[in-house]
Structure formats: C-alpha cells, structure tokens
C-alpha cells in the first residue's frame, strides 16, 4: 500500500472510531455558573494602583468543571450530572476579577495575562472548592490562601488565609453549589 492510501486508511479508521463514540448514549448534567452578589461595604478611600489576579494554583482533582464532592475526610469525588460553567480556578478568579470590579476602590483590575502593567499581584493557591457531607449535613466549603506581591521587587506585602464553609440545605448538588 503506498502512503497516501495508508493515511487515508488510517484517517477512516478513526473517523469510524469518531462516529461510534458520537452514537452512544451519554448523560447529561446541569451546567452550574455562580453569580456574584456583594454586600455594600463601608466607603474607604480609592487606590490608584492596578491589581493583576493570577489563576490559582490547585490540585488536580480541583482544576477541572466537575463540582467536587467529599462524601468522608480525604475521599474527593464528583457529581456526575453537574459541572461549573469554567474549571474551579478560573471560576473563582473570574468571580475575583468581578468583584474588585464592582467594589470601585482599586484602579484597574483584570486577569494577569491580559496585558495590564499591574503594580501588585494576588497569587492564590486554591486549598478546597467542594461539597461536603459530615455528619451534621452537607455544606459548601472553600479554602485558600492568598498573597498580594509588589510586582517591582516581586515581595509579598500582606498574606491571608480563607476559610468559609456554609451549611447546605440538603445534599443533593443544587443544594451544596
């Protein structure tokens, strides 16, 4: 067989392949995007500096679209008929980028590969971003820590550790998200 006629070969095979994976039946789930709702805040002066957010670093087991669930300590597993609209990472800096936004008080805010000469950095290294079950119920739990950097002399400037879980209504995932 000559080549042309082994690369066409090939390429039917795995258009085959395509089409069986095409037919089968696959199940579907809820596409979750969380909407941002600030309380108002105490007015405080307004900064002229720009604030650029790094997509947090996580685990593997976060970085994805499936919403995260911990059915017991150390056990990670997933919802099957639900996915965030963005991986975890992305989701929670957009929500960020959002939020800084909205509040009006930092001069320029965006995402760090945007382009924007940003004067400070806020690096996040994404701890927890699931549901979990205990045995007072369900709850949504989110945990990181966060590190602002002077962007000239690449120093930390403030530190800070989240830590917020809220009680879920029931443990089904519409409930827990």
């Known amino acids: ?45 307004a900064v002229d500096w720009q604030l650029l957010i790094d997509r947090p670093r996580t685990s593997a087991a976060l970085d994805t679209t499936h919403i995260a669930i911990m059915p017991r300590p150390a056990v990670i597993e997933v919802f099957p008929e639900a996915r965030w609209r963005d991986p975890a990472p992305d989701l929670l800096r957009s929500l960020l980028v959002q939020a800084f936004d909205q509040d009006g008080r930092i001069g320029g805010v965006s995402a760090t590969e945007s382009g924007l000469n940003g004067d400070y950095s806020l690096a996040i290294e994404l701890r927890d971003f699931q549901a979990e079950l205990a045995d007072g119920g369900a709850r949504a739990a989110i945990r990181l820590s966060a590190k602002l950097f002077d962007r000239r002399s690449n120093r930390i400037v403030a530190s800070q550790a989240f830590d917020q879980e809220t009680a879920a209504a029931g443990s089904d995932v519409a409930s827990a998200v």
């Not at 809820?30 to 600030?38: C, F, G, I, M, R």
């Open 1 to 45: 067989m000559n080549r042309p006629m082994h690369w066409l070969a090939a390429g039917a095979c795995l258009l085959l392949g395509a089409c069986a994976t095409l037919s089968g039946k696959h199940g579907t789930f809820s596409v979750y995007a969380p909407q941002l709702s600030l309380p108002q805040q105490a007015s405080t002066p």
